[in-house]
């Protein structure tokens, strides 16, 4: 069980990868005490049951440089494989500002291959790898050293089982011809827009059901601060104050510490004098902002009727259709995307991409009354009209 700790090292790993087909990697992170990802431990393998599997240290390695890494992240003539790869590449967007390519995820890849939305990594090593997962340290503080040798062999399992996955899966996805379904769906996950937060935006992500222009603003401000606050002190937003916390202020409208120091929702951190000024600051600029600044919730227009009969048609051919292809009903179209059709939207996701080639299509021909829905046993059948 080999431990990388050194530039040196890493780059002789790397170099053997580039002459690979594909690497298998994941990480371990912490991220309960912190707003970025604090980067704990990178496993990798190579192809055959024998291949090379290291883990890398950053820890012990604190003066080691991930460049080797990310120039394997660049050459295109090895796939980078993962599981659920998103939490993994912010991680490395973050710090390096570079995503893997090409890259394959085998969460997204079983999802249009049967195995269910979201599936997790221990039931394909189950039943594609037949194997079991020791998960005895799966709740471990991976930022703690010497790590055993039960973590060690935890985490290591991580990429090892998964080259087994994922000669599995490209095998069927190269069967069924669904590799450009994966693909529209890794859009997503390198694009940075995925991974980049900006304060000045990081109010929109706040519920509240107040549509004042003037509330708007002192919520605008205050998300911008905490952002702001989190991202430069590298703290959770929840340390600074948590949403409830942030309405709460935004309706009572402190201007002073005593004011302040009143609020049922905010937390001891909130009330230390860094951040306590920051937030009578925030509350104070959107009292003072322009009245032509002022958010403006987007009136929706008249939202045309759902027709409630086609929209259980609707649901009938996706049931029909999901069985047909073996994936999960909801991969290809939630609930709220047959409401939309039914009620006459076209920009709709389930309309757009592979999903429209398998249900999209033949659902705007159902709406248009072009097919109609036929019974044979439990068999669910399109026919033209």
Not at 120 to 130: D, F, H
Not at 184 to 191: G, K, Q, R, Y
Not at 285 to 294: K, Q, V
Not at 342 to 364: M, N, P, Q, S, T
Request: net charge negative.
């Amino acid at each position: 069980m080999r431990t990388i700790t050194t530039t040196e090292e890493l780059a002789s790993f790397c170099a053997a990868a580039k002459s690979a087909p594909y690497v298998t990697i994941d990480t371990e992170f912490l991220r309960e005490r912190t707003y970025w990802s604090k980067l704990c431990l990178i496993q990798m393998a190579l192809p055959g049951k024998d291949g090379d599997a290291v883990l890398v240290d950053p820890i012990i390695g604190e003066e080691m440089s991930m460049e080797p890494l990310y120039d394997l992240f660049r050459h295109e003539a090895t796939v980078k494989v993962f599981h659920a790869a998103r939490q993994d590449l912010e991680i490395f967007f973050v710090e390096g500002g570079v995503f893997p390519v090409p890259l394959f995820d085998t969460q997204i890849a079983a999802m249009v291959c049967g195995f269910g939305e979201q599936v997790g990594y221990e039931t394909l090593v189950r039943k594609i790898a037949r194997a079991n997962l020791d998960k005895t340290s799966r709740f471990t503080d991976w930022s703690r050293r010497p790590l055993s040798e039960a973590q060690k062999e935890y985490a290591l399992a991580d990429v090892t089982h998964l080259r087994v996955i994922y000669e599995w899966l490209a095998a069927q996805l190269q069967k069924n011809g669904r590799a450009p379904w994966v693909e529209e769906e890794l859009a997503v996950l390198t694009d940075p827009a995925t991974y980049t937060v900006h304060p000045d935006e990081a109010w929109k992500r706040i519920k509240t059901r107040t549509s004042s222009g003037r509330f708007l603003a002192i919520v605008r401000e205050l998300a911008k601060f905490r952002e702001s606050w989190s991202q430069g002190q590298n703290v959770p937003r929840s340390r600074v104050m948590k949403d409830d916390a942030l309405l709460e202020l935004a309706s009572t409208r402190p201007t002073s510490m005593e004011e302040l120091g009143r609020s049922r929702l905010l937390l001891r951190e909130g009330r230390k004098p860094e951040i306590a000024e920051g937030i009578l600051a925030a509350i104070q600029a959107g009292m003072e902002a322009r009245t032509e600044d002022l958010p403006r919730v987007v009136q929706q227009p008249d939202q045309p009727q759902t027709n409630a009969a086609l929209a259980d048609l609707l649901r009938v051919l996706l049931k029909a259709k999901s069985e047909q292809l073996g994936v999960a009903p909801r991969l290809i179209a939630a609930a709220s995307d047959l409401d939309a059709i039914a009620a006459g939207k076209r920009d709709v996701e389930a309309l757009k991409g592979w999903r429209g080639e398998v249900f999209g299509d033949e659902a705007l021909r159902l709406c248009k009354g072009e097919i109609a829905l036929t019974a044979r046993g439990t068999e669910i059948r399109t026919i033209r009209i």
